[in-house]
């Protein structure tokens, strides 16, 4: 006969948070439930790694939480696999066991969310809910920041958060530095003589052959590049070394860097610098191995105890790094999640532009002439990973200039990213990329033509495309493409004042100009999957 206990709570992937209040409370009769699902490996096709990593972390977390003497019900894919999703085995162990009570963290996906909720109204025992005491702001609080429908600024959000957690202040409440926001000095190219200085990753090895192996027998669809020694952190000392190493080595860069790409340090082995002086923290973050305080607190005090020379011998940090960091946690993650809770779900299917093409196939596999294109697709085919503007500028400006359904765009990113999950990877996704929200979270459309890539980048060198060309056959694509989107998106986007010249620069051009690019865009189109 199986164990009797009172009450199970549910602990999902995403809510690894070692510091939750529920485990200050030793209750004999309390059992834990953290379970690997098919209905979670299933819903878009992952990154094989994502899996993995988020696996791997809740194996790690179930073994952590009993080595405090919890009770804790750890269930592999294998164990799961006769069950039809979520409220199936929760309805089963609660028959099993006897459970009185049923506990669990609101999830941070509007999927889950509902589906706890739905589950829990039609049960006969008791079921409450809890916070999953992560971020700056609870869920409570979002409403007095953001409303549905409306257009929020991250700017001042995030100078709302800046003085409401003291972040960055001086004593008379201005912002340390005399200035809120240092990003005009964060747009650095790499150049030649900055490549050497880039520092390797600290790329951990955890062990994942077994989950894998799990994987494969248990038929998950997946993408990307498997890696039996995942280099992700997966449990609590693994990301706190990361963050350590992030502020001694990345952070003196951080800002300088922030936007800079580059193809040339891509050589596995030696050379594997492909995150340049990004922290690689978001997949702990979102997990919530660690939380946002601990990063921000750790950073600040790295910066501090730099100040008074207690590790004068590693390289300086400026308050723009410092700041240019911070702005990324406390500032877009917190308000990203705002956009996404105020205006789910109704946001999953905003198409502001009507975009409705396919998205080509070789976004699956990297198969492109485009250098850039092509690099950022291999490498978060490889890694799970791309920096911000790799994301923002390679991926997603293509995908806005040639208008890909925001539908296929999501999911591809929810799939190929080892942090993404919904709430996060949608505005960025939809929103800030795709413009898909009509300027729900950013100001202007993120469209780009090859002369924005050349200037953050080395990838237009090595190109079979002429960067610098808007017509003929070895025209960088982009160019013609930028046009034709600005051109025919003029009526959604010629109003902002911040796209005023680009409208000007347009008309300054003769009737046939005009023509020319637009009909080398239309050839674009018509030959995207040989790009
Ligand atoms: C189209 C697109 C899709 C994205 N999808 C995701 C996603 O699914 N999950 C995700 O965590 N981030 C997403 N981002 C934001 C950002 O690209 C990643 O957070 C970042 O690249 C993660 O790498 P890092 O940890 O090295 O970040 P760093 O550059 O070191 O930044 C530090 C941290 O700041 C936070 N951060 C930075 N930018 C953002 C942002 N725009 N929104 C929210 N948090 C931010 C992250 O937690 C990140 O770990 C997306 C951005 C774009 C443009
Ligand atoms: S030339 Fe155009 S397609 Fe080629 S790398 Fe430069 S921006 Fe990308």
Avoid at 64 to 82: C, E, F, I, K, M
Avoid at 355 to 365: D, E, G, T
Avoid at 497 to 520: D, F, H
């Amino acid at each position: 006969m199986a164990k009797k206990y009172r009450r199970l709570r549910l602990i999902l992937g995403d809510q690894l948070n070692a510091s939750h209040s529920w485990f200050k409370d030793k209750d004999p009769e309390t059992l834990y439930l953290i379970a690997e699902l098919r209905q979670e490996t299933d819903y878009v096709v992952h990154h094989v790694q994502k899996i993995c990593a988020f696996f791997a972390a809740m194996q790690q977390f179930a073994q952590a939480l009993s080595s405090t003497g919890l009770n804790v019900l750890h269930l592999d894919l294998d164990d799961t696999q006769a069950f039809t999703g979520l409220p199936h085995l929760l309805t089963v162990l609660f028959d099993t066991h006897q459970i009185e009570q049923f506990a669990y963290q609101l999830p941070d996906e509007y999927r889950l969310r509902q589906q706890l909720a739905e589950f829990s109204a039609q049960l006969t025992i008791r079921s409450e809910s809890a916070s999953t005491e992560h971020f700056y702001l609870t869920d409570q609080e979002l409403p007095k920041y953001f409303s549905a429908g409306k257009q929020h600024r991250m700017e001042a959000f995030y100078r709302k958060m800046r003085k409401r957690f003291a972040v960055l202040i001086d004593a008379e409440g201005n912002p340390e530095g005399g200035q809120w926001n240092f990003d005009a000095n964060n747009r650095n190219k790499l150049k030649a003589d900055d490549l050497a200085a880039v520092p390797k990753p600290l790329l951990l090895a955890n062990n994942v052959s077994d989950i894998l192996a799990r994987l494969e027998r248990q038929q998950i669809k997946t993408i990307g590049q498997a890696e039996p020694n995942l280099l992700w952190p997966v449990n609590r000392q693994q990301a706190k070394q990361l963050l350590d190493y992030f502020c001694r080595y990345c952070l003196p860069n951080f800002g300088t860097f922030q936007d800079a790409m580059t193809a040339q340090l891509k050589q596995r082995g030696n050379n594997r610098q492909w995150s340049l002086y990004h922290s690689r923290l978001s997949f702990a973050l979102n997990s919530k191995i660690i939380s946002p305080q601990l990063v921000v607190d750790t950073v600040l005090a790295h910066y501090r105890a730099q100040q008074g020379q207690l590790l004068n011998a590693e390289p300086s940090i400026s308050i723009a790094q410092v700041e240019g960091f911070i702005r990324q946690i406390l500032g877009w993650r917190e308000f990203v999640r705002g956009i996404y809770w105020l205006n789910m779900p109704e946001y999953a299917s905003l198409n502001a532009l009507s975009a409705q093409r396919s998205l080509p196939s070789w976004f699956w596999n990297g198969k492109t002439k485009m250098n850039c294109l092509r690099h950022a697709i291999e490498q978060s085919l490889e890694y799970a990973y791309a920096h911000h503007i790799q994301r923002l500028m390679l991926t997603g400006n293509f995908c806005l200039l040639v208008g890909i359904d925001p539908d296929e765009v999501d999911a591809w990113y929810l799939g190929i990213y080892i942090d993404a999950l919904e709430w996060v990877e949608m505005p960025n996704t939809r929103g800030m990329s795709q413009f898909a929200d009509g300027g729900l979270v950013g100001s202007k459309a993120y469209a780009a033509s090859g002369n924005y890539v050349n200037k953050m980048s080395d990838y237009c060198g090595a190109c079979q495309y002429k960067v610098a060309k808007i017509t003929g056959s070895d025209a960088c694509p982009l160019n013609s493409l930028y046009w034709r989107f600005m051109s025919v998106n003029k009526e959604a986007l010629g109003n902002n004042p911040r796209n005023a010249m680009v409208y000007a620069n347009w008309q300054k051009k003769s009737a046939e100009q005009q023509q020319a690019i637009l009909t080398q865009a239309e050839y674009c189109l018509a030959q995207i999957e040989q790009l």
